[in-house]
């Protein structure tokens, strides 16, 4: 199979936007400020150790940005989200993922519950 090209920083951007996370955020978590992430989001490639770097603040595998696919990960996401009788659906999509994409979705939701309220809790100490 014809491996297609990903534009990584667009690839960084989307999975950030879709796990609600902001570009301060990844900032941070990358200790750099948000406009170099701004530019980061624009760079078509990035070398290993930036995408290894970010990969790891955004909790995702280096392939989550390297063969992000939009259509793949917005039918995983509503396909999660939806209740229907049968497995048409999903035996329709032609993706098929080394790992369960259910199981990250659901992963990522909890990491992403347990750190805001590690935040509440740090900024309730702070006042």
Known sequence: M????????????RIREILGIKQEELAIGL???QQAVSQLEAKEVFDSKVLE????V???PVDAITRFNEDATISVIANTFTDFKDNAVASAMNYYPTFNPVDKV??????LLKEKDEIIT?????K
């Open 106 to 111: 659901i992963e990522l939701y909890e990491r």
């Open 58 to 60: 955004l909790k995702v």
């Open 53 to 56: 770097d970010v990969a790891k």
């Open 122 to 126: 740090e900024l309730k100490k702070g």
């Open 31 to 33: 200790g750099i400020k």
């Open 2 to 13: 014809e491996q297609r090209h990903v534009h990584q920083g667009r690839a960084t951007k």
